[in-house]
């Protein structure tokens, strides 16, 4: 079974930073890509960062420019610097890992694709 568990959210104004981490623990072959999504209250959990053991980072596009995400060297730190927030960036933010597979390869921002969730770390951006 695989592990995650997120730290770093918060509250913080509008034009503020904040950065992420999720720690992954349990069976390494089963993490090929770490990512971050989000969902806010009456919407779909949306894709927001992925970075997979190719090294390729994939970003939403309202998030472009504004977040970076990292891994550490052993791949079971994942971090999402988010800087410039926006009221919009409001949201509960879940990391998110799961084992290869040709769709997690083409979609990695689909919800679908990953097998494992951490709880979710609260983001409030305020005016």
């Known amino acids: 079974q695989v592990r995650l568990v997120e730290s770093g959210g918060g509250s913080v104004q509008a034009g503020g930073s904040l950065r992420l981490s999720c720690t992954a623990s349990?069976?390494?072959?089963?993490?090929?890509?770490m990512a971050w999504f989000r969902q806010a209250p009456g919407k779909e959990r949306e894709g927001v960062a992925a970075i997979c053991r190719d090294a390729v980072a994939t970003y939403a596009e309202s998030v472009k420019g504004r977040f970076t995400a990292s891994q550490n060297n052993a791949y079971n730190i994942l971090y999402l610097q988010m800087n410039n927030l926006k009221v919009d960036d409001t949201a509960m933010y879940y990391c998110?890992?799961?084992?290869?597979?040709?769709?997690?390869?083409?979609?990695?921002?689909?919800?679908?694709?990953?097998?494992?969730w951490g709880q979710g770390t609260q983001i409030t951006v305020s005016s």
């Open positions: 998110a890992t799961g084992p290869w597979s040709q769709n997690l390869q083409n979609g990695r921002l689909t919800v679908a694709y990953y097998s494992f």
């Open positions: 349990g069976y390494p072959d089963s993490r090929y890509c």
